[in-house]
C-alpha cells in the first residue's frame, strides 16, 4: 500500500485531523502508511475532541509535555494551544510546571517555543554571569 496515491491521501487525511506535517510524516507515509493514519486517529481522539477535559486544558497539558521531552513540535503545540483559547500567562504557567520534575531546561525550552511562536527576539546579558 505505499503507492503515491496511498501516500497523499493518508497525508492529506492526517492533516485534516493534525493540522500539520513533521518532515518525518512523508517518509512514514511512504513506507507505512497505516501507521501515519493511526497516529492522526489517535492524536484526532485525544485531542481533538472534549471528553472529561476541555480541549484548552487538553492543549495546555500537551504542551508542558512537549516541552518536558524537548519535543521539536512544541511551537506548532503552542499555537495549537493558542487556537483554543490559552493565553500567553496560561501557556507559560503550564511550561512552569516542568520545573518541578524535568528541571529549568525544559520550562526554558516551552518558553524559548512561545517567544519564537510570538515573534519574540530575546537577547541574554549573560555579562553579569
Known sequence: MSNEGTKKEVLERHMDRVGWLQPHNHTLAEVLP???DAKSQLYNEL??????LDLKTKALIHVALSAARF???????V??????GATREEIVEA???TLVTFGGQACRWGI???DAVEGNKRVVDDSRL
Open 34 to 36: 497505516d501507521v501515519v
Open 47 to 52: 485531542l481533538g475532541k472534549a471528553v472529561h
Open 71 to 77: 519535543a521539536q513540535g512544541t511551537q506548532q503545540h
Open 79 to 84: 499555537k495549537n494551544a493558542m487556537k483554543h
Open 95 to 97: 511550561f512552569s510546571l
Open 112 to 114: 524559548d517555543a512561545l
